[in-house]
């Protein structure tokens, strides 16, 4: 028996109206490690996240944080506590520059203004936003928004970090600048959740990965495990996908 | 010249009773200190928050009725009445934030909240006897420095003067400390600020709390200074506006823009009073400079800095 996981979610759903859009989910994340959820589109992976970090409330479920039931807190409660995530659709604080937004990450752990600065400056050029730390956030590139994104989520000192999507309209040489940077986030001792639809980065990076389709969990494994499981080839390739690509 | 434009100002308007001795000179800078106080006031929730609230008249009126019910109910002195004032605008604003933002209200919501209490205060204040109705309260006139009454114009003008350089300082505390930046990001986006462990209520109510102990202030001195309030003094409608445009045509959000928005405001009000003397004049002035700042000029006469700079 390995040690227990650093997020542990048990019978997590939710439904909208007559939509089920999240069906007795169940994953474990374990500490230091790299956990993708993946699926395809509509499955309720967002969701999920929301649900994971206090934004939405589930119908039912637990959520726990290193042995803690974080079930139900409010966003900046689970933040302070150690889990924080980034959203698919970047929020940057637009009237800000991008040393300031990652700096609101900062002060959730240093009150001191100086050194809540220095800490936003360092995670900035870390993150390789060095030579964009005092323009306005607005300024920012695709890319170097959900770079922001990061940032402002690491610059809070997480213990888990849940990215929704970090990767999706960027091209390839910046999908491969991003995994080195989740891997050096990774390195510096943060556990990872990431929700993603670029499989080559999911391969690339995840231990293990969990299949989400229409709010269910359908498999869960290591990448080459998940990409020969009929039932995933079938979730994102239509009934009978499997038997004709085995065929 | 961004370092002594700021103190040049200071240390002239400090001078304005030295030389000043007309009533005229001296009411007229007393009422745009005041006035950009007021903004001032305003602009720490609503442009450094952006809670965008169209009820400041109520912190105003709860600290003038605080103020003008003890001394003439029973007698206390006004000195000690004044914590009691601030105390209770902060409350009533801790109050509106928590509500609020419990409920999830912003923007255009917000402010037909914050217009509703202020309206309903000033109902109350109509009918209720303690604030003896629509007759108002009058206070009566004993000049001593203990019933905060002066026979000398100038040290109204010195208070006043002492209020905006508290309400500034507060103003710039929240450009550098903690608490201005989670506000900055509760204003710029929340649920970002909430994913980043900000406590959205919590943060909007302290913005509330501050800005409506320090109006609540203002009540007070107003009350001193005129030594009569009614319901539409206190809560009405005209008050708010002018807190909030002062703050806007000068730049919400900027530690010097309710200043800027003071004087500009005076300077046109009054001269175009001397030329137009017909009464709701001013208010559709008003109007009408509320909708050209917030068409072309949406960070205020502080944002034209940066078109010069970037030119």
Known sequence: MPDAPLLAVSGLSKTFGGLAAVKSVALDVPAGGIVALVGPNGAGKTTSFAMICGFIRPDAGRVCLAGQDVTGWRPDQV??????????????????????????????????????????????TRLGLGPMLDRPAAALTVAGRKRLEVARA????????????????????????????????????????????????????????????????????????????PAVIEAYLGHGAAARMGG | MRHWLPVLIAVLAACVPLVAHSHFLVNLATLTVFSAFLGQCWNISGGFGGLTSFGHAAFFGVGAYADAVIQTRWGISPWASLPLAVVLGAVLGAAIGFAASRAGLRGSYFALVTLAVAEVLRVIASASPITQGGLGILIKLNVTPGNFQFSDDRVFYGLAFLMLALSMAVAQWLTMSRFGTQLAAVRENEDAARALGVAIVRTKSAALALSGGLTALGGVLYVQMFLYVDPNIAFGADRTVEMLLVAMIGGAGTVWGPVLGAILLHVVADTSRIAIDAPGFAPMLYGVILLLIVGFLPKGVAGLKGWFVRA
């Open chain 1, 79 to 124: 933040a302070a506590a150690g889990m924080v995530r980034t959203f698919q659709i970047t929020q940057p604080f637009a009237g800000l520059t991008v040393m300031e937004n990652i700096r609101v990450g900062a002060y959730l752990r240093i009150a001191n203004r100086a050194a809540a600065t220095q800490a936003a400056r360092d995670v900035g």
């Open chain 1, 154 to 229: 690491v610059a809070t000192r997480p213990r888990l970090l849940l990215l929704d999507e970090v990767m999706a309209g960027l091209n390839p040489t910046e999908i491969n600048e991003i995994v080195g940077l989740i891997r050096q986030v990774q390195a510096d001792g943060v556990t990872i959740l990431l929700i993603e639809h670029v499989m080559q980065a999911v391969t690339a990076l995840a231990d293990k990965v969990y299949v989400l389709a229409e709010g269910a969990l359908i498999g869960a494994g290591t990448p080459r495990e998940i990409a020969g499981n």
